[in-house]
């Protein structure tokens, strides 16, 4: 089980930039495809972006394609998500996950919250 811990979040005002991290406890980080998602109120929780084991290979919602970027640093158990360009439909709580190979998202943190204002 893995345990992750997102931090980083704020309020920020429209155009700005954030960098989230998400902190994982444990062996094993590396063999994780990783991924950020966010949950506004009222609405579903949605992917973001994942990274593959390595880091070489990622993927991004269009929403958010061009604007944001996800990286990891595997020698600190680390994933980040830098968010530019921010718009106030951005604001949401913002969570990683982790897929430790069975195409399941495990491991939900408390999420950290960031707030765009216009």
């Known amino acids: 089980q893995v345990q992750l811990v997102e931090s980083g979040g704020g309020l920020v005002q429209a155009g700005g930039s954030l960098r989230l991290s998400c902190a994982a406890s444990g062996r094993g980080f590396s063999t994780y495809v990783m991924g950020w998602f966010r949950q506004a109120p009222g609405k579903s929780r949605e992917i973001l972006a994942r990274?593959?084991?390595?880091?070489?290979?990622?993927s991004y919602a269009d929403s958010v394609k061009g604007r944001f970027t996800i990286s990891r640093d595997n020698a600190k158990n680390t994933v980040y998500l830098q968010m530019n360009i921010l718009k106030p439909e951005d604001t949401a709580v913002y969570y990683c996950?982790?897929?430790?190979?069975?195409?399941?998202?495990?491991?939900w943190g408390q999420g950290t919250q960031v707030t765009v204002s216009s």
């Open positions: 990274i593959n084991k390595s880091g070489a290979i990622t």
């Open positions: 996950a982790a897929d430790m190979g069975s195409g399941v998202w495990d491991g």
